[in-house]
T-cell receptor
Framework: EDQVTQSPEALRLQEGESSSLNCSYT??????LFWYRQDPGKGPEFLFT???AGEEKEKERLKATLTKKESFLHITAPKPEDSATYLC???????????FGTGTSLTVIP | NAGVTQTPKFQVLKTGQSMTLQCAQD?????MSWYRQDPGMGLRLIHY???????DQGEVPNGYNVSRSTTEDFPLRLLSAAPSQTSVYFC???????????????FGEGSRLTVL
């Protein structure tokens, strides 16, 4: 049973065209939800941690939000350098393991 | 600050050979873990450790062995390599375990393994 599901699998945007990536989760109690960026041939790079519903965090053109069942990564006016795979992960309240989704591959076309 | 260092970056093995993927971190993190990443499967946890002398299995532990003799190092051993173990392996560490405020995972650059 998947704890973390990301959609869409792939997304192509024109430069400047804003959009959102979705991460839905089914853990019984959430300790933390994490967003990562992964470039080809590299390890995932940490972006955000969200702890409770209603929380929001921003970094440059990225904004992450959290509800009780899902998180969104909003990308405002993306640039080609935002092209990457974006991964979502959750950690359960009483556990130590991190559960990852399969990612959204974002391509921003100039 | 080096963060998480993995070696080797690339390795080709024949079926049945054994090898060790090395992982070291210099952030004094208690939590360390190994993942494999395969197309369409995402990152899957192999083994993890919450401190020196303590290890536990993740989602896909078969065919792999780990030990944690120091806080800094967490090697992953492939006992008898199989083609199904062809993958990209990532080591990751985090500052926090237990019931406290969680910390994010810091990843190494990955080790790409091919088993023929």
């Amino acid at each position: 049973e998947d704890q973390v599901t990301q959609s869409p699998e792939a997304l192509r945007l024109q430069e400047g065209e804003s959009s959102s990536l979705n991460c839905s989760y089914t853990v019984s109690g959430l300790r933390g939800l994490f967003w990562y960026r992964q470039d080809p041939g590299k390890g995932p790079e940490f972006l955000f941690t969200l702890y409770s519903a209603g929380e929001e965090k921003e970094k440059e053109r990225l904004k992450a939000t959290l509800t009780k069942k899902e998180s969104f990564l909003h990308i405002t006016a993306p640039k080609p350098e935002d092209s990457a795979t974006y991964l979502c992960a959750v950690q359960e309240r009483w556990g130590e393991q991190f559960y990852f989704g399969t990612g959204t591959s974002l391509t921003v076309i100039p | 600050n080096a963060g998480v260092t993995q070696t080797p970056k690339f390795q080709v093995l024949k079926t049945g050979q054994s090898m060790t993927l090395q992982c070291a971190q210099d952030m004094n993190h208690e939590y360390m873990s190994w993942y494999r990443q395969d197309p369409g499967m995402g990152l899957r946890l192999i083994h993890y450790s919450v401190g020196a002398g303590i290890t536990d299995q993740g989602e896909v532990p078969n065919g792999y062995n780990v030990s944690r003799s120091t806080t800094e190092d967490f090697p992953l051993r492939l006992l008898s390599a199989a083609p199904s173990q062809t993958s990209v392996y990532f080591c990751a560490s985090s500052r926090e375990t237990g019931t406290g405020d969680t910390g994010e995972l810091f990843f190494g650059e990955g080790s790409r393994l091919t088993v023929l």
